[in-house]
């Protein structure tokens, strides 16, 4: 796929990860058109075989992405506005990564505010970079609430008294904190975050494509189902995933290649990747 025709995105693909690179100088600000591009990529994603994996980041080392244009929010606010009959852009965009059987990565470095803050809350994981990274939800400061998702989904990310002191303090939350909270998957420095998020996105690339979206499904699960509810669905899904092609392969190698041996075992991250050397 060519990922043709983008005004505000960069994209690559390279061994089943799509890298992504945010860039709309000056301070990366989110617009409508920019709602509706990330919107269109989330479609090409799913439809596109030779990707398993999509790898968020900015080419303005300041910001990842600003927050929203006020400008426009200000305009809109002067007049009547109807009932939403659907999500708008950005909640579909943010929903079609989360949704899809792909996995979706936030590499952050700079700043995510406003609703850049909820597009990678929306994806899978998220990661940053110390002394860099800055997340923040700052929408009430100036009189409005967040309406890209963050009063939802940060709640069921980090909790509810941490949701409300991000949401109604509009303080930055540093690269450190945004880990301690939740917020963020790991901080790290940034000399180790590209490494390792790279290295996270083409390892999780070289598994299978059933086991991804299987396994990313039945994760999903655990925010929309009960406890009992999932644990059923986890079991029908790990039936299904037993009778998968790559699995059955997967598993006749790994005990070719001693797997439940001592030696194999004390070293499994090894085995995976020889796993995966092995298929085709």
């Known amino acids: ?13 390279d061994r089943g990860v799509a890298f992504v ?21 989330a479609g090409e994603i799913l439809a596109d075989d030779a990707v398993r ?21 200000a305009m809109l606010g002067q007049g009547s506005m109807p009932a939403a009959v659907e999500l708008h852009d950005l909640d579909k965009a943010a929903e079609a990564f989360r949704r899809m059987p792909k996995v979706s990565i936030a590499k952050i470095e700079g700043r995510a505010r406003g609703g850049g803050s909820e597009f ?22 100036i009189g409005i609430i967040p309406g890209g998702g963050g009063t939802q989904r940060l709640p069921r990310l980090i909790g509810r008294a941490r949701a409300l002191e991000v949401v109604l303090g509009c303080a930055d939350f540093t690269a450190e904190l945004a880990e301690r909270y939740g917020y963020i998957n790991r901080a790290l420095s940034a000399d180790e975050l590209t490494p390792f998020v790279e290295d ?7 598994f299978p494509a059933e086991a991804i979206a299987l396994a990313k499904k039945s994760v999903r699960n655990a925010e929309e189902m009960s406890l009992v509810e999932g644990l059923w669905e986890e079991s029908l899904l790990f039936a ?28 499994l991250h090894a085995m995976i990747k020889a796993l995966g050397k092995s298929d085709g």
């Open 53 to 73: 994996v999509t790898v968020f980041d900015s080419a303005n080392p300041d910001f990842f992405v600003a927050h929203f244009d006020v400008g426009v929010l």
């Open 1 to 13: 796929m060519a990922y043709e025709g983008y005004k505000f995105l960069k994209i690559r693909v």
């Open 200 to 206: 996270l996105a083409y390892r999780i690339a070289g």
């Open 240 to 267: 299904e995933s037993l009778q998968t092609a790559p699995a059955q392969a997967r598993m006749k190698r790994f005990m070719e290649l001693g797997g439940q041996t001592r030696e194999a075992e004390l070293d």
């Open 120 to 141: 990678v809350l929306g994806l899978d994981m998220r990661f940053g970079a110390l002394g860099r990274a800055v997340l923040a939800q700052p929408e009430v400061g």
């Open 21 to 41: 690179t945010i860039d709309h100088p000056p301070i990366n600000l989110l617009t409508l058109e920019m709602c509706a591009e990330l919107l269109r990529l």
